[in-house]
């Protein structure tokens, strides 16, 4: 970055002072030298004592000088109002594309892992990769837990995908789990409100940058395979429904850790018609809305639709069911 002219419309304004500057002193400069008239000259010369045209002219050439400059200033307004007014919708898509592109790029730098290189200019990045993976494909945090007779120890967390995250929750719910993290797991607040270091610019530039590298719900399709309930439940519910299950020591399958407890027929319960199951685990849930027979939701329960198959979906619901 140039330290003196630090942007196009710096230098544009710095040309535009300069042209000024010389254009004024060549006024100045021809005035002086115009100006050889002798004392009381202005009799003749001053503006208001030379003749102006006579009628003839007036009436004639002149105001039909004056009426071909106002029919070419017409013909411009007639044509330019409504070439503007077709480019205006285009213009102002452009312009949203190009702000969600350049907060994607802010976004980026901010995600990357704590020992790359910053790029200049920027203020730096928060480490998000380290965790997640370079390109959010999920990866392993070190945590440490302090088990019930207080002693403690290190364990190897896995950090989740983020390039399918927005499948599985909306972009207002994916900025409030990085504004106030995960308790209890190595996913720490980011947000100012939550007690972390970022401004809500940044948790807004870093859900642009999610958005940008999110998988097509085509391509998250083939990623999970499986047709067998209990083996999906595992891959893509356990995390959150299985203690333990997050560093590979799962304790009771569906017994409850950051979701509820599914088991012992918790879900029947909960889901006496089996197409609001369906709804739920497809759609998510949330935020004080509703779900199964007395369940509010919070937004935490991610929707898997669009990850997942219908009959996918239909088997691990089934599993639930049963457990
Ligand atoms: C120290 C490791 C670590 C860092 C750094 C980290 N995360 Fe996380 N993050 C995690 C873990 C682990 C989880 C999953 C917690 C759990 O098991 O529920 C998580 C969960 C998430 C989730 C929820 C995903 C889901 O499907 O449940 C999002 C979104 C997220 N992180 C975004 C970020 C962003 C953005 C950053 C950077 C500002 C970041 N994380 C930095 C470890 C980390
Ligand atoms: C990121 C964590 C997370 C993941 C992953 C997750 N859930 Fe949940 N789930 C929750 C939370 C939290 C709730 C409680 C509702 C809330 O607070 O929003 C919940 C609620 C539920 C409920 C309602 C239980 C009740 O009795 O109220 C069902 C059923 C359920 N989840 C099924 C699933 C299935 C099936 C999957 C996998 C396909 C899954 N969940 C994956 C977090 C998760």
Avoid at 278 to 297: A, H, I, M, N, T
């Amino acid at each position: 970055m140039s330290p003196v002219f630090a942007s196009t419309q710096q230098n544009l304004a710095i040309a535009f002072v300069v042209a000024l500057v010389l254009g004024w002193g060549l006024f100045l400069l021809i005035s002086v030298k115009k100006s050889g008239e002798a004392v009381g000259d202005e009799s003749v010369t001053a503006p208001n004592r030379r003749p102006y045209f006579d009628d003839e002219s007036l009436e004639g050439p002149r105001l039909e000088r004056a009426q071909k400059a106002a029919l070419a200033c017409l013909i411009v307004v007639v044509f330019g109002l409504p070439m503007y007014w077709l480019n205006e919708p285009g213009r102002q898509e452009n312009a949203i594309t190009g702000f969600g592109k350049r907060a994607a790029s802010r976004g980026y730098v901010l995600f990357q892992p704590a020992d790359s290189a910053v790029p200049e200019g920027n203020i730096g990045h928060f480490g998000c990769g380290g965790c997640h993976g370079v390109d959010g494909e999920g990866g392993i945090a070190n945590y440490t837990l302090t088990d019930a007779d207080g002693k403690a120890r290190t364990v190897k967390w896995k950090a989740p995908a983020l390039n399918t995250v927005l499948l599985r929750y909306d972009e207002a719910e994916v900025n409030t789990v990085i504004t106030y993290g995960r308790p209890n797991t190595p996913m720490p607040p980011w947000g100012v409100a939550g007690g972390g270091p970022m401004n809500e610019q940044q948790v807004t530039d870093l859900v642009a940058y999610l958005k940008s590298i999110q998988l097509k719900p085509a391509e998250a399709r083939q990623a999970a395979v499986g047709a067998d309930g209990a083996s999906l439940f595992d891959q893509f519910c356990s995390r959150c429904h299985t203690k333990g299950w997050s560093y590979d020591e799962s304790e009771v399958a569906g017994g409850g850790a950051f979701g509820p407890n599914l088991t012992n027929g918790a879900t029947l319960r909960q889901f006496p018609n089996v197409a609001k199951h369906l709804e739920l685990v497809s759609l998510g849930d949330d935020f004080q809305k509703p779900y199964g027979e007395r369940g509010v939701g919070t937004g935490r329960m991610p929707g898997f639709g669009q990850m997942l198959s219908e009959a996918q979906i239909r088997a691990i619901v089934e599993y639930e069911r049963s457990l």
